[in-house]
Each structure stands twice: as structure tokens, then as C-alpha cells.
């Protein structure tokens, strides 16, 4: 399932007043420079001695004569500028120094002060950097240029080259005021316990926290798990302003009283900074924050038309507004073509930056632009070898997440959190993992993992995964119950409501009731009858419960392809898979096949349509097909699985066996092995050998309801008429496909008395 509350929430520390003072080793630089100008002219030496003095103004009178009579001199024009900085005349200064730059692009005092000033307006931010960038590879010791740099970085939301600076400057007994930048700025990228240390080294140094700082600490405080406390702090700075630091106030706190579990009064604190447009940013951000944690796609929506907003009244945003924007708007199915067009944006200013590809990757593979092989491709380039920063392994973790877990992820997730990255939803991608497996005692580890943090002790999506551990385990009613249990939760949380009762019309089905299991999705459908995924689903049920037509399924699929161009669903699988080959539909088998090589019943769909025209060609796909699905799991039985299915259909009985042995030799005690195994037997009529099989199942998992009810059939099968009775009887009592368990029962006593010349009472009538 697609992740919501969990995904990156990123706030830019622009505007946060972060700015670093000169510091002593720049008034050094600039000392130094009014002691060296013994060779230049007289009236350049008057210029500085006038600063000397202090005399600033005089200063400025004179080193403007001096540039207008010695134009080319670069020690008048350093003067100029060093003057206009100190008249806090930054425009003036910054022009200065470009001019001192363009003769000496070298110019150590030059560069450090436009580093410098590039704290003081964001279109600065960049070539400040790029100032500091060269200064450090002069002077790569200079801790204070470093530390600078590190700030503008994470005023351009650079967070991860902002944080691989503050990691080295940390480590030199930094100022107070660079751990206070520093705090701030990695709070502000998501690394709320690093952040909050930093505060508290900060405070035990004696440091006051205050202004827009307070606002990150209570950030700090809301993110390590002290939701109350930050609302308290922020409570006390709240007024009536709507100033700048009065907005940001007014955002943070509405989040805050969220996480203490107070939304009507998060709500309440954000009223008034609707339709004022300064106030854009901060009040999508919390009602964003909002709306995914409650589970209100109105909120989410109103957040993203003020991104939208936003973005249309900045025609050239820069990189932190771009990357937060569409770190927002890809959490929003319909927005993900935009958000995509954002990143791809972003990606043209920072072209080695890896996260950005990443999720510029995960939106192509959402959006159907990439299939399986690609995918796999690209990311494993992306994701191997793991940055050895910690910044950009949590920003990595964190544009993992919304992708649909993949294989050969699950050793990247574990390096991750043993690196130390704290985005605890991996765990829960891990336990995603372990269940495809079969690996329940792994999944339950995973998820008690994720449980224990305070995004997953609030998340009830582990409950859906262990309603599916208990279906799988054949305990229906258990997963039944548990989902219930989660709707009467009375979570607003539509995602959750949309899985619990999807899984709910899943164990209806297995039971047997399919009647149910449609009046599920009909309930979905009377308040979501535009969502195609909901209508595959329900067709897929309703067809295989013969309750509709192969042309009205086909039609709802024809419905999908013409208002979901290249874009896939499980749903679709499902129903495409269910339906009979058909000839017209093989480009659709192709593509599904490709962007899913493992869904077994597509790929027997394209051989059989392929079979339908050339069975040459048709065994040669069963070649290839199989090859690749042994490249992608060489060591288990699925590919064996993939290849018996697919003889199977091509009748190959020999090539099938030997497939499903060798499945089995990989994989003795897999129940999906044993189960299909025994099916085969089954439909080959070799039914001693299929019940040994299905004898296997229970002794590894005796409440397996598919195989008691596969015993019974066989047991009927082989006319055992008594023991098919009672093993049908005994599952109608558990409740397990107890429908289904009904009818047989009936028609093997009809059965049983006409084979003894006696008229059933039912059929007297």
C-alpha cells in the first residue's frame, strides 16, 4: 500500500534569519588588507586609514574618488567595498566585490564576504556558494566559511551537502552561533534528534533560544516525540501579528497540537492565515501535514492548489521551493504528473544530485513510464554503493519509501536503518517483503520495529499487515475480525478505510461468499464511483463469482486503458489475468508482462495468445520468459513456478512437472509450491499423488482452508462420498467457505442417494 503521513515533509529554513555575523577571522582578512596597502597610491592609503580610524564614511567619499581616478585598481575598489559593507550598504558591497571578483577571482577576502553576504537575500544564495566553494579550496581549514556554507546550503534546501559541512565544522568546537544555524538546519531537513541535541548543546552553553529559532526548537521537540511541550512553547510566543514570524508561529503550532492529538484546534490556529498570500507556504505545509496524518484528501488538495499558487506567482523558483512543492504534490495521485515536471526541473539545476533522480524515478514508475527491467536498472545505480553522508543516506530512505517494495531493495532497507537513518517506515517495507516470502516471523519482528516509533505507534497500516499474515496462514476470521476492528477504529483515514475493506471483501471470497465480498466494493463505490481501481476489482470478483459477463468485464478494462493510458494497477492484473486470452489484447499482455515480470497469470495469457497464432514461437517465449525470471530470483522457486504455468498452458505436461520438482527441490516446505503442485495433480487426475501433497500443506499449516477444502474435493473425487462429508461439514462449522462448503455437501448427498435409487426430498417438489 502506498505510503501517506510517512512520506518527506521537508520544510526550507528560508527567511528564518539565520545569518552569521562577520566573525573575527573576516575583520582579520579585512585588517590585513588595510595593513598591505604600503604600495598603492596615496589616496588609497588615505581611504584605509580612514577605516582604521572607523571614519566609514570618510572612507567611502574617498575610496570613490580613488576607483573613479584609478579604475583598474583593485586594492581602491576592495577598500569600496569593505566601506559600503560596513554602512550596511549590502547591495552596494556585493556589486563591489563582483567588480574585485572579475580581477581576481582569487581575491580571499572577496570571496569570503560574498559568502557571506549570500545570507542576506535568496537570489545571493547560489553564487555565495559558489564563492565559498572556491574560498574552501584555498583555504579548506577555515572553519567559519565552511560553517557559512553549510547555511546556504540549507537556505536552498541543499540539506544534504549543507549537513556533510555541518558534520565536519561539529567536530571543531564550533561558535554558538554555528551550532545554533546548525540545530536549526537540521531540524529543518528532518533529522529531529540531531536537531534537538544541537539545541541542548547549544542551551548548556548558556545560549538562549529565541525569535525564529524558538520556532525550529519546538519543531525539534514536535519531531523527537514531545508534541505538548513545542505546542506550550509556541503557545507562548502566539499573538496577533501576522508578520512573517507570526505566520510560521501559527503553522508549527497547528502541527504541533496535531501530533497532541488536538486537529479541531489546529484547525482553529490556521484560520486566519487563509487568503493572505504571504502566508502561502507555511499554511499549505501544515494543512498538508493535516490532511495526510487525518486522512482528509480535502485538506491535501487545498495545500497543493497553494503550492500551485505559489509556484505561478514565482515564474522562476528556486531549488527549495521547487523540491518542496514536489515533495508535496507527488503524495497526490492526480498531481504526480506535475510534481514530476517540478523534479525534473530540479534535476537541470543540481544534475548530480541522486535523490532528485530517485524520485523522479519512483514518479515514472507510479505514472506507468518505466517498466519492472528499467526500473530495476536505474535504481540499482542510484541505490549502489549507499553516500557514505548520513544526511543523504535519510534522504535516500526517504525517497525509497513511496515506492512499492521491491526484492532487491530489502538488503538496501536493512543498511539503511543500521546506518543509523531514522525513517522508520522502511521496517515496514521490510515486513512488506518478509510476507511475499511467506516469512511471517521476520514480518512480525519488521512491524513490531515500526510500531515502536512514534509514526508507527500511531499508524494503523501494521494492522493491515497482519490481517494479511493471518489470511495467509488460512485464519480468516481472525484477519475478518482484525479488519473490522480497524474500521470501527472510525479512522477518517480514507486509504486505511479503502485497504481494511478491500481485505475484508478478499476474506469473504476465500470464504466463499462472494455476495459479500461485492457488497463490500459496492459500499466503496456508492462514495468513490470514479475510482476505475475499485470498479477492476469488484468486475474481478464478480466475474470469477459468475455474477458478470467476459464482455462486461472486458468493457471495464477497455475503460481503464482509455482513461489510464500506460499506467497499472494489481487491480488490473487481477482482472486481465482472470479473463481468457484474447488475441486483440496481446500488446496489453506485453506490456503488463514487462512492467510486472512475476504476476504469473498475464504471462500465461501472452503465451496462449502468442500459442493462438505460432506454438514455435509461443515455446520460445516460455524460454525467455523463464531465463528472465531465473535472473531475477536464481535461488527460488518462483521462476519454476512462472515456467510450469506457462507449459502447462501450452499443454507441455513433462516440461510442467519437471518445473514444479524443481520448484519443490528449492522450496520442500513452501506452501505456494505445494498447493500449485497439488492443484496440477489435481487437474491431471493423478489424484493419490495430489493428496499426499495437500496432506503436506496441513502438516505445515493445519488451518490451510484451501487445502481442506482441496482434501474434500479429492476425497469426493476418488468416492470417498462419507469422508468428503464430514471434511465439508467440518469446515462449514469453522465458518471457513462455509457457502461453498454447503453447496458441496448438498450435492454429494444428492449424489450418494441416487447412486442408492432414492429421490432427494429437495427435488420432490
Known amino acids: 500500500m502506498a505510503p501517506r503521513s510517512w512520506t518527506t515533509r521537508l520544510v526550507y529554513s528560508l527567511g528564518l534569519g539565520l545569518m552569521l555575523s562577520s566573525g573575527p577571522a573576516l575583520l582579520s582578512l579585512e585588517t590585513a588588507a588595510v595593513q598591505a596597502q604600503q604600495a598603492v597610491p596615496r589616496l588609497v592609503r588615505q581611504g584605509y586609514s580612514r577605516l582604521g580610524d572607523n571614519q566609514v564614511d570618510a572612507a567611502v567619499d574617498i575610496f570613490e574618488r580613488a576607483v573613479k581616478q584609478y579604475p583598474n585598481l583593485v586594492e581602491a575598489k576592495l577598500g569600496l567595498a569593505i566601506a559600503y559593507r560596513r554602512l550596511g550598504r549590502d547591495q552596494a558591497a556585493w556589486n563591489t566585490y563582483q567588480e574585485v571578483l572579475s580581477q581576481e577571482p582569487d581575491n580571499r577576502l572577496a570571496l569570503k564576504t560574498v559568502g557571506l553576504l549570500g545570507g542576506f537575500r535568496p537570489e545571493w544564495q547560489a553564487p555565495g556558494i559558489e564563492a565559498l566553494d572556491r574560498f574552501l579550496s584555498l583555504e579548506p581549514g577555515d572553519v567559519d566559511a565552511r560553517a557559512q556554507r553549510a547555511l546556504l546550503y540549507g537556505y536552498q534546501g541543499r540539506f544534504q551537502e549543507s549537513l556533510a559541512d555541518y558534520e565536519v565544522v561539529l567536530q571543531q568546537n564550533p561558535s554558538a552561533d554555528v ?131 505559489e509556484l505561478q506567482n514565482n515564474p522562476n523558483p528556486n531549488g527549495s521551493l521547487l523540491r518542496e512543492a514536489a515533495d508535496v504534490l507527488s503524495g497526490s495521485p492526480a498531481d504526480r504528473p506535475f510534481a514530476l515536471d517540478l523534479y525534473r526541473r530540479l534535476a537541470q539545476q543540481l544534475p548530480a544530485d541522486r535523490v532528485v533522480a530517485l524520485r523522479i524515478l519512483v514518479l515514472e514508475s507510479q505514472l506507468g513510464q518505466v517498466d519492472s527491467a528499467q526500473l530495476g536498472q536505474r535504481l540499482a545505480s542510484l541505490v549502489s554503493p549507499l553516500p557514505a553522508g548520513r544526511a543523504e543516506q535519510r534522504a535516500l530512505a526517504q525517497a525509497l519509501v513511496p515506492l512499492e517494495p521491491r ?113 463490500l466494493y459496492d459500499r466503496l463505490l456508492a462514495t468513490n464511483p470514479t475510482d476505475l481501481k475499485l470498479l477492476l476489482a469488484r468486475t474481478s470478483i464478480a466475474y470469477n463469482a459468475d455474477l458478470a459477463t467476459k464482455a462486461e468485464a472486458q468493457s471495464v478494462v477497455s475503460r481503464w486503458l ?104 528449492r522450496e520442500p516446505a513452501s506452501i505456494e509450491v505445494l498447493s500449485a503442485f497439488g492443484g496440477y495433480r489435481f487437474r491431471r487426475r493423478q489424484l493419490p499423488e495430489a493428496e499426499s501433497l495437500y496432506t503436506q500443506v496441513l502438516s505445515y499449516r493445519p488451518t490451510d482452508l484451501g487445502a481442506q477444502q482441496s482434501l474434500a474435493e479429492l476425497a469426493a473425487a476418488q468416492g470417498r462420498k462419507i469422508d468428503a462429508l464430514v471434511q465439508f461439514d467440518d469446515l462449514r462449522r469453522s465458518g471457513g467457505n462455509s457457502g461453498n462448503a454447503s453447496l458441496r455437501m448438498r450435492q454429494i448427498q444428492e449424489d450418494f442417494l441416487k447412486q442408492r435409487g432414492f429421490q432427494p426430498a429437495w427435488e420432490r417438489f
Request: net charge negative; hydrophobic share 40%; no cysteine.
Open 179 to 309: 551550532l545554533l544555524g546548525s540545530a536549526q538546519i537540521y531540524t529543518y531537513s528532518g533529522d529531529f534528534v540531531r536537531g534537538l541535541e544541537l539545541f541542548n548543546r547549544y542551551q548548556s552553553g548558556g545560549g538562549t533560544i529565541k525569535d525564529n529559532a524558538l520556532i525550529a526548537y519546538a519543531r525539534a521537540l514536535r519531531g523527537s516525540g514531545n508534541p505538548v511541550q513545542a505546542a506550550q512553547i509556541l503557545e507562548g510566543q502566539l499573538g496577533g501579528d501576522l508578520n512573517e514570524q507570526g505566520v510560521q508561529i501559527r503553522s508549527e503550532l497547528a502541527q504541533a497540537y496535531l501530533d497532541a492529538g488536538r486537529p479541531v484546534e489546529a484547525m482553529t490556529v490556521l484560520e486566519p492565515l487563509r487568503n493572505i498570500p504571504s502566508a502561502r507556504l507555511p499554511l499549505a505545509r501544515a494543512l498538508n501535514e493535516i490532511g495526510q496524518d487525518q486522512g482528509l484528501p480535502e485538506l491535501v488538495q487545498e495545500a497543493a492548489a497553494l503550492y500551485r499558487n
Open 407 to 519: 526484492p532487491e531493495l530489502l538488503p538496501v532497507y536493512q543498511q539503511l536503518l543500521n546506518s543509523g537513518v531514522d525513517v522508520p517506515f522502511l521496517n515496514f517495507r521490510i515486513a512488506q517483503l518478509a510476507i511475499e516470502r511467506n516469512d511471517f516471523a521476520s514480518a512480525e519482528v519488521a512491524l513490531a520495529a515500526y510500531q515502536s516509533t512514534a509514526a508507527g505507534a500511531k499508524d494503523l497500516a501494521p494492522q493491515l499487515l497482519y490481517a494479511e499474515i493471518e489470511r495467509r496462514l488460512g485464519r480468516f476470521e481472525d484477519s475478518a475480525n482484525r479488519y473490522i476492528a480497524v474500521l470501527n477504529t472510525g479512522t477518517s483515514d480514507q486509504e486505511v478505510q479503502l485497504a481494511a475493506l478491500q481485505g475484508l471483501a478478499g476474506i469473504r471470497l476465500s470464504q466463499g461468499r462472494p455476495d459479500e465480498a461485492i457488497g
Open 562 to 665: 482509455q482513461q489510464r493510458p500506460g499506467q497499472t494497477t494489481p487491480e488490473l492484473y487481477t482482472l486481465v489475468g482472470s479473463l481468457p486470452a484474447e488475441r486483440e489484447w496481446e500488446d496489453l499482455y506485453q506490456a503488463l508482462a514487462a512492467n510486472d515480470p512475476t504476476y504469473r497469470p498475464v504471462q500465461v495469457r501472452l503465451v496462449e495468445t502468442v500459442a493462438l497464432r505460432n506454438r514455435s514461437q509461443a515455446r520460445a517465449l516460455v524460454d525467455r520468459l523463464t531465463r528472465q525470471a531465473q535472473a531475477f530470483s536464481p535461488n527460488r522457486a518462483e521462476p519454476f513456478l512462472l515456467e510450469a504455468d506457462l507449459s502447462e498452458a501450452l499443454n507441455d505436461t513433462s516440461r510442467a512437472t519437471k518445473a514444479y520438482e524443481a520448484a519443490l527441490v
